[in-house]
């Protein structure tokens, strides 16, 4: 046990000194989780809300989006819209299947939206997957793409989605409104809501604004950023009264479990790519999906459907550090845009946390859901917003621009 937890501490150091920001964006993640960010959030926006069918559902969209941009871990989100909003949902004659599949699909927000940790390894992957396509063409001074080019380019995808998961909502609250009766009414002052509403609001916007302003705005690097967003929830932790040196003990000792996975399952998956490149496993690849009848199209959606059958017993770390080594090079080689690509890749790989049997969102709400609840109802209720996941996926193919506007955009200025 000594030797275990020894060996996890020198892979965060390792990983620290090499310049990686997701040990910073994961302690920050478990930081505000650990500071009940989410119970202040959902409690205050259900009452703006206010007493309309579907309200507490569109309150749990919202603050799953808003805990996507601050804390993007989605166990812990998962996990505590589970605690804080599924008994209340149930109470209030909410649908289980409904009540689930929200609060495990606002949980996968933070999969696509900024600062995600699968974007953060998807940016280390894709840079080396697009210097050696260009490489292999002959550019030897090859262009890279970045961590927080694929942030700019993740938050209209992202925003698309948390609309496309209210839109399902309001139709339901229209055409079936018993799914999701509204709430009672609350005698809560408008002057105290509002002030109550700048207080809760006010800190995680400002957090957020900090971590991807700088990053977006090129004031700071992905790791600098995630050393102030790391700093800035434990102040916030601090005001809000929930730091203390055993709850730091445990923000710690999280942050070392989650960053040896990540970087051990990295190391394994390196040694299964030099392999198999050593067999010339990467050119049979290539040849293969070269030879498509319709070209990159082809290539692509034969990639994108065994990216998503894979995601239903295999985790999203997994593949994005086995597979996209291999068949990323192939795909930029075709002449498609690297940061889309990522972005494509980031939301296919969203539904690997609904998709049953092994989705880890449906995990992780079954740990902390009511005994009388069916195991059944957690999946049926993921089943519409899984169809929601690849309609964006389909939108992002038809449209690309609604990936490549905003850097386009800030590259211009």
């Known amino acids: 046990m000594a030797i275990y937890a020894l060996l996890m501490f020198f892979t965060v150091v390792l990983v620290l000194l090499a310049g990686y920001p997701v040990p910073l964006f994961v302690f920050m993640g478990v930081t505000l989780e650990r500071a009940r960010i989410a119970e202040d959030l ?12 579907g309200g507490l559902g569109f309150a749990v969209i919202i603050v799953g989006m808003l805990l ?62 697009y210097q050696q396509a260009q490489l292999e063409q002959g550019n030897f001074a090859p262009d890279t793409i970045s961590v927080g080019d694929l ?16 839109g399902y909502l309001t139709l339901l609250a229209i055409f079936k409104p018993e799914t999701m009766p509204p709430a009672a009414a ?9 002030k109550r509403v700048a207080l809760v609001l006010l800190p995680p916007l400002v957090l957020i604004l900090a971590v991807l302003g700088s990053i977006i705005a090129g004031v ?25 040196l055993t709850r730091l003990r445990e923000i710690v000792r ?6 040896s996975m990540v970087f051990l399952i990295l190391v394994g998956a390196s040694m299964f790519s030099l392999v198999f490149r050593g067999y010339e496993g990467d050119d049979a690849i290539r040849d293969f999906l070269s030879a498509l009848p319709g070209g990159r199209v082809s290539a692509l959606l034969l990639v994108m459907l065994v990216m998503f059958l894979l995601g239903f017993v295999l985790d999203f ?7 996209v080594p291999i068949v990323g090079p192939v795909l930029l080689a075709m002449g498609i845009d690297p940061v889309w690509l990522g972005i494509m890749i980031a939301i296919n790989l969203q539904t690997s946390f609904l998709t049953p049997p092994f989705g880890f969102a449906l995990f992780y709400l079954r740990g902390v859901a009511p005994p ?42």
């Not at 999969?111 to 699968?118: K, N, R, T, V």
């Open 254 to 259: 999280n942050t070392t479990r989650v960053t």
């Open 42 to 53: 959902l409690t205050t926006l259900s009452e703006c809300i206010g007493p309309r069918p």
């Open 68 to 129: 996507a941009a601050s804390t993007g871990i989605v166990g812990a989100t998962v996990v505590t819209m589970g605690l804080l909003s599924l008994p209340t949902m149930l109470k209030r004659g909410y649908s289980p299947s409904l009540a689930c599949g929200t609060i495990c699909a606002a949980g996968t927000l933070g999969q696509i939206i900024p600062p995600s940790i699968i974007l953060v390894l998807l940016g280390d992957v894709l840079s080396s997957a």
């Open 317 to 323: 770390i997994e593949i994005t550090f086995v597979v």
């Open 372 to 413: 009388e609840l069916a195991t059944s109802a957690i999946y049926k209720g993921v089943m519409p917003f899984i169809g929601i996941q690849l309609l964006a996926l389909g939108m992002l193919a038809m449209w690309p621009e609604l990936v490549s506007w905003l850097p386009d955009l800030l590259s211009n200025n």
């Open 186 to 194: 609350t005698d809560s002052h408008p002057d105290r809501l509002l």
């Open 220 to 244: 700071a690097t992905p790791t600098e950023a995630a050393s102030v967003g790391a700093m800035g929830a434990l102040l916030l932790a601090g005001v809000k009264r929930q730091l203390n």
């Open 151 to 166: 942030f700019v380019g993740a938050v209209i995808p992202g925003l698309l989605l948390v609309a496309l998961y209210l």
